[in-house]
C-alpha cells in the first residue's frame, strides 16, 4: 500500500512562514488534502486540490505540490495555528491513506 | 448545516463485535460517498472504509479487511460500520466523514465534513 511520509514535528516564530511537507509517490497522481486537529477535536479540512481553501479557513493557509511532494504554508503563523496537520491523498488502489503527521509549534 | 453524529462505540472483549452508527444531517445524503477514518490513542489519522452513494461500491483498509463492513441506509440518512473479530489494535476513536470527489477524474478527493467520533476500547 501507498505511504505519505511527513515530518513529525516542525516549529514557527509566531508571525513567520512554516512549511509542512508530505512525500508519497501517490501524490503525483493526486492531490493531497490538509486537515488540521487540535487536542480533543476532529480534524478540520484546511486545503484541498490543487490549491483551495473551504470557506472560513483563513488565507494565510495555502498548498501546493511538485513532483512526490505536497506543501501546506502557514503564512504568518498565529498561535492558533499550533495543531497537528495531516495530509492524505487517494492511492492507486481506490483507498485513502494519511501521513503520520505534523505537530505544529508556535513559538 | 451539515451535522455528522457517531454512536455505538464503547468496551468490547478481543474477538467481539461492535457495530457504529453515523447520523447524517443537514445534506442530502444519498448524494455523497461516505467513509469511516480511526484514530488509535496519541496515533495519526488511519483510512478505514468508504461506500459510494447508491452502495455500489466499498472498499477497506487492508488491516479491516474481511473483518470490517461498510453500509448505509440512505433513507435513514446513516451510515454503518460493523466490526466483527474485533483486537487490541482497533481500539481508536472512530469518525465518520463525508467524501469529496471534486473532478471526474478523482485526482482531487477530500472529507470536508467530519463527526465528533466515537471511541472504541477493545480490550479485556
Known amino acids: 500500500s501507498s505511504e505519505l511520509t511527513q515530518d513529525p514535528a516542525v516549529s514557527v516564530a509566531l508571525g513567520q512562514t512554516v512549511r509542512i511537507t508530505c512525500q508519497g509517490d501517490s501524490l503525483r497522481s493526486y492531490y493531497a488534502s490538509w486537515y488540521q486537529q487540535k487536542p480533543g477535536q476532529a480534524p478540520v479540512l484546511v486545503i484541498y486540490g490543487k490549491n483551495n481553501r473551504p470557506s472560513g479557513i483563513p488565507d494565510r493557509f495555502s498548498g501546493s505540490s511538485s513532483g512526490n511532494t505536497a506543501s501546506l504554508t502557514i503564512t504568518g503563523a498565529q498561535a492558533e495555528d499550533e495543531a497537528d496537520y495531516y495530509c492524505n491523498s487517494r492511492d492507486s488502489s481506490g483507498n485513502w491513506v494519511f501521513g503520520g503527521g505534523t505537530k505544529l509549534t508556535v513559538l | 448545516q451539515v451535522q455528522l453524529v457517531e454512536s455505538g462505540g464503547g468496551l468490547v472483549k478481543p474477538g467481539g463485535s461492535l457495530r457504529l452508527s453515523c447520523a447524517a444531517s443537514?445534506?442530502?445524503?444519498?448524494?455523497?460517498?461516505m467513509s469511516w477514518i480511526r484514530q488509535a490513542p496519541g496515533k495519526g489519522l488511519e483510512w478505514v472504509s468508504y461506500?459510494?452513494?447508491?452502495?455500489?461500491?466499498?472498499n477497506y483498509a487492508d488491516s479491516v479487511k474481511g473483518r470490517f463492513t461498510i453500509s448505509r441506509d440512505n433513507a435513514k440518512n446513516s451510515l454503518y460500520l460493523q466490526m466483527n473479530s474485533l483486537r487490541a489494535e482497533d481500539t481508536a476513536v472512530y469518525y465518520c466523514?463525508?467524501?469529496?470527489?471534486?473532478?471526474?477524474?478523482?485526482?482531487?478527493?477530500?472529507?470536508?465534513?467530519w463527526g465528533q467520533g466515537t471511541l472504541v476500547t477493545v480490550s479485556s
Open positions: 461506500i459510494s452513494s447508491s452502495s455500489s461500491y466499498t
Open positions: 443537514g445534506f442530502t445524503f444519498s448524494d455523497y460517498y
Open positions: 466523514a463525508r467524501v469529496i470527489v471534486y473532478d471526474s477524474s478523482g485526482q482531487t478527493t477530500y472529507f470536508d465534513y
